[in-house]
């Protein structure tokens, strides 16, 4: 079975700097799927970024990157120029690409707070 | 595009009713739905992945009598909290799986319900 670890519970950053979420995971298969997803205070789950493990290019969205190091089986989530609407609970979730094994494995998240 | 929403945001109901829950892809078709629960400040946990026309398939420790999931369309996934207790007071969320520029392996999701249940 998979498993995915967020060991940074809470995480503070300044507004306009950058910051980075860490996530590692684990798993024997050898592709598969890497998601960020942000809850913010309104609880709807936002889909930050997407990564596909045979692509080795790291996944970016705008502010958004991923760190994606397959070896080490570790997904990073930077966020540059650090916004306020930014703060949420941030969860990594693995997604294997076997047929009818579609369900997300999430990390248990971590916190993050902008401060002005 | 892939827009989910979830209908109602907020219930409360008398112990032992039953509730029923909507989600719905407002933009794209869904042939398979998921069903999460999530407890303050914690990760979501899958209760049961519901595909178009067939049974949910329900993850270990959840209860398929008390948890009713109908997915009778590509844009539907219904549950059903029967004969709810208060132990069963939490934040529902379902997803879908589908959505435009072939993003078919990405899970979108709704909004959420918060079930209290008195």
């Known amino acids: 079975a998979q498993t995915v670890t967020q060991s940074q519970p809470e995480m503070s950053v300044q507004e306009a700097e950058t910051v980075t979420l860490s996530c590692t995971y684990d798993?024997?298969?050898?592709?598969?799927?890497l998601f960020w997803y942000k809850q913010p205070p309104s609880r709807q789950m936002i889909l930050v970024i997407r990564q596909e493990a045979y692509k080795q290019q790291n996944a970016t969205e705008n502010r958004f990157s991923v760190n994606f190091q397959k070896a080490a089986k570790s997904f990073s989530l930077k966020i540059s120029d650090s916004q306020l609407g930014d703060a949420a609970m941030y969860f990594c979730?693995?997604?294997?690409?076997?047929?009818?094994?579609?369900?997300?494995?999430f990390g248990t998240g971590t916190r993050l707070t902008i401060i002005p | 595009g892939a827009v989910v929403s979830q209908h109602p945001s907020r219930v409360i109901c008398k112990s032992g009713t039953s509730v029923k829950i909507e989600c719905r892809s407002l933009d794209f078709q869904a042939t398979t739905m998921f069903w999460y629960r999530q407890f303050p400040k914690k990760s979501l946990m899958l209760m049961a992945t519901s595909n178009e026309g067939s049974k949910a398939t329900y993850e270990q420790g959840v209860e398929k009598d008390k948890f009713l999931i109908n997915h009778a369309s590509l844009t539907l996934s219904t549950l059903t909290v029967t004969s709810a207790h208060p132990e069963d007071s939490s934040f529902y969320i379902c997803s879908a799986r589908g959505g435009n520029s072939g993003r078919a392996d990405t899970q979108y999701f709704g909004p959420g319900t918060r079930l209290t249940v008195l």
């Open positions: 979730a693995y997604r294997s690409t076997n047929f009818g094994n579609e369900k997300l494995t």
């Open positions: 798993t024997s298969e050898s592709d598969y799927y």
